[in-house]
């Protein structure tokens, strides 16, 4: 009987967030930060703003960063997931996506390029 009483407290306890939205995203940029390829692609999407996939992809391929599309494509869902870029598909045929950097995206790279001074 007593494991019966523990269920609804579980369901609870599982469902409880001990971490808010803003700050499991910090987290997650942080867990990406290292990752191959994710800045790169974040300074190229910033230097060309309003790129294609394929623009990022060869760019990246290209300076062999990354060695498939699947990594450009799971780099691009992360920057969406955090909101770091923005994604805009336009009417046209073939239908072309266009990507940008949120301003939150671009107010963090000013910040990282200065750590990276820091080390100068």
């Avoid at 599982?14 to 942080?30: G, I, N, V």
């Avoid at 990246?60 to 997931?81: E, F, P, Y």
């Avoid at 909101?83 to 910040?111: F, I, W």
Wanted: net charge positive; charged share 30%.
């Amino acid at each position: 009987m007593p494991a019966v009483l523990c269920l609804p407290f579980f369901v609870w306890f599982m469902d409880m967030d001990p971490m808010s939205a803003p700050k499991r995203k910090f987290d997650e940029f942080l867990k990406r930060l290292p990752t191959k390829g994710f800045l790169n692609a974040m300074q190229f999407i910033k230097e060309n703003e309003g790129c294609h996939y394929n623009d990022i992809a060869n760019f990246l391929m290209g300076k062999r960063i990354v060695s498939s599309r699947a990594s450009v494509t799971t780099i691009i869902n992360s920057l969406l997931d955090l909101e770091l870029v923005e994604r805009s598909v336009l009417n046209t045929k073939p239908m072309r996506t266009t990507y940008r950097l949120t301003k939150r995206a671009v107010d963090n790279l000013k910040r990282l390029k200065g750590i990276e001074r820091s080390f100068r």
